[in-house]
């Protein structure tokens, strides 16, 4: 069916991003579809519909703007010329009020949920993306939290919804069998939602907490000093290690190491560090809100993320008793086998086969 399926790829930048990386792990399963890619980026293997290369987020806002315009007024034009049934985005995008039947991914309405003052991707949340999910012929989420915020946020209907959990890259990340190390690992950003001062907070009530150290991989941001002057204000900037970006083949061999990986986050589309830890069969003390039980189920220890107390248990026990991390050692191994790209990749697939 040449030309039936145009798959959006407007936002695909030349380093690898998240979104990015799920789109790619799509690609193989797809590729029966016969979809055209609207890209600026030759893709082996595929039949490639050249686009503008100034609509990317690595752009900033105004990469951001040229995208939307030009999904808005130029996709149509290219939908109708090559007679287009579907169109999927990876991103909740497409164009509104023109004729093109859309799918689209959520990934998460963070946005919504932890709002900041003044900001456009609070604005693009609000007012574009819940016009966008009001049209589509159908919406794949992440989770099935994902799917409850869509609901509860715009109103959409269950039934026009689908959770396809995401997987992660079990070549890289898997386990090692390396010696342990007396740290504690956290991967992700600084926001403020990522709950990272009552994680540190945590840590510092830590009984015979210098035996330990806390470690914190991930870019950091404007939140980040915050974090830094907390450290030193609790006497433990030679305790709490602030990595910054870590590259992706040392990230595996960080978490075989760590104690446990503590993703104590308040709220997550996914929670995909979740899944890279147990992959590595490190354990796992995450939050007990939102996506983080559908990826973690019961093989990790999951804490209400407001209790700094919970969390210091939690960490506590997995770092004095040897057994509660030999069990959740196999537990984590046997629960990341259940997810991979193929089965998303094929979901994926047979939702978008079923409209066109």
């Known amino acids: 069916m040449p030309n039936s399926l145009l798959i959006n790829l407007s936002f695909l930048t030349s380093e690898p991003t998240g979104i990015g990386t799920y789109a790619a792990n799509l690609f193989p399963e797809l590729q029966k579809l016969e979809p055209t890619l609207l890209t600026s980026q030759e893709i082996d293997n595929y039949n490639c519909y050249q686009i503008p290369d100034n609509l990317t987020p690595d752009r900033g806002s105004k990469g951001q703007i040229n995208r939307i315009l030009w999904t808005q007024f130029n996709v149509p034009k290219i939908y109708h010329k090559l007679r287009s049934h579907l169109i999927f985005s990876p991103v909740p995008e497409a164009p509104l009020y023109s004729g093109c039947r859309h799918i689209v991914t959520v990934h998460d309405l963070i946005p919504l949920r932890f709002p900041k003052r003044f900001s456009?991707?609070?604005?693009?949340?609000?007012?574009?993306?819940?016009?966008?999910?009001?049209?589509?012929?159908?919406?794949?989420?992440?989770?099935?939290?994902?799917?409850?915020?869509?609901?509860?946020?715009?109103?959409?209907?269950?039934?026009?919804?689908?959770?396809?959990?995401?997987?992660?890259?079990?070549?890289?990340?898997?386990?090692?069998?390396?010696?342990?190390?007396?740290?504690?690992?956290?991967?992700?950003?600084?926001?403020?939602?990522?709950?990272?001062?009552?994680?540190?907070?945590?840590?510092?009530?830590?009984?015979?907490?210098?035996?330990?150290?806390?470690?914190?991989?991930?870019?950091?941001?404007?939140?980040?000093?915050?974090?830094?002057?907390?450290?030193?204000?609790?006497?433990?900037?030679?305790?709490?290690?602030?990595?910054?970006?870590?590259?992706?083949?040392?990230?595996?061999?960080?978490?075989?190491?760590?104690?446990?990986?503590?993703?104590?986050?308040?709220w997550e589309g996914f929670g995909l560090p979740i899944l890279e830890a147990m992959a590595c069969g490190t354990p796992v003390i995450t939050s007990n809100l939102s996506s983080m039980p559908e990826v973690a189920g019961d093989a990790a220890l999951l804490v209400n993320p407001y209790s700094v107390g919970e969390i210091v248990a939690a960490m506590q026990a997995v770092a004095t008793d040897s057994k509660l991390r030999s069990n959740l050692k196999t537990a984590s191994l046997a629960r990341a086998d259940r997810f991979s790209w193929s089965k998303t990749g094929k979901a994926t697939a047979n939702i978008l086969q079923q409209y066109l």
Not at 232 to 247: A, D, Q, R, S, W
């Open 120 to 266: 456009r991707l609070t604005a693009y949340c609000r007012y574009y993306i819940p016009q966008v999910l009001k049209q589509a012929e159908h919406i794949i989420c992440d989770s099935q939290a994902t799917a409850d915020d869509v609901a509860n946020f715009f109103k959409i209907p269950a039934k026009k919804m689908t959770a396809i959990p995401l997987a992660c890259d079990n070549i890289n990340y898997r386990y090692l069998d390396l010696p342990a190390k007396n740290y504690f690992l956290y991967t992700g950003r600084h926001d403020p939602y990522k709950n990272l001062e009552r994680l540190i907070s945590a840590f510092a009530s830590l009984p015979d907490r210098s035996n330990y150290e806390l470690w914190l991989a991930g870019p950091t941001n404007a939140y980040t000093p915050q974090l830094i002057a907390q450290v030193e204000e609790l006497g433990l900037k030679y305790l709490i290690k602030f990595l910054g970006y870590v590259p992706y083949a040392q990230l595996p061999i960080l978490m075989n190491q760590a104690i446990a990986l503590i993703f104590p986050t308040l």
